[in-house]
């Protein structure tokens, strides 16, 4: 079993259970000890932003809120930097804890050895 996943997720309130898939499998492997790191992208990058989690609903899900906070606490939380861009956030307006970065760090860590990447 690989000991580091990274996690590309997509979607958003567009997509409550594809998107509330992604936070899950990130969060429980945090809690397994596994070295996480989760990708804002598309509609997922508004839940970088302080409340905006809050907003999500699904029916028998995890609070959204609640995963990200357990994956802030033992794993990375990445806000995609063009999707940030498009959508005028910036590193100030960021939950703390959340970095912005771009692709050729995505690649660097979906590529490092013993790591599986997901895509959400």
């Known amino acids: 079993m690989s000991k580091k996943l990274v996690i590309k997720v997509t979607a958003g309130s567009d997509s409550p259970e594809r998107c509330s898939q992604a ?4 969060a429980v492997a945090v809690a397994s000890g596994v070295d996480v790191s989760l990708w804002l992208t ?5 839940f970088a932003l302080p409340g905006r989690a809050a907003e999500f ?3 028998h899900a ?26 005028d956030i910036a590193e100030k307006d960021v939950i703390e804890g959340v970095r912005i970065a771009g692709a050729q760090v995505f690649v660097q ?6 790591t599986q990447a997901l895509v959400y």
């Not at 809120?65 to 999707?83: E, F, K, N």
């Open 62 to 87: 995890a609070p959204l809120p609640d995963l990200i906070d357990s994956i802030l606490a033992a794993g990375r939380v990445t806000l995609c930097t063009q999707c940030a861009a498009r959508r």
């Open 23 to 26: 936070f899950t499998v990130a």
């Open 57 to 59: 609903q699904l029916p």
């Open 42 to 46: 598309g509609e997922s990058a508004w």
């Open 109 to 114: 860590e979906a590529m490092a050895d013993g």
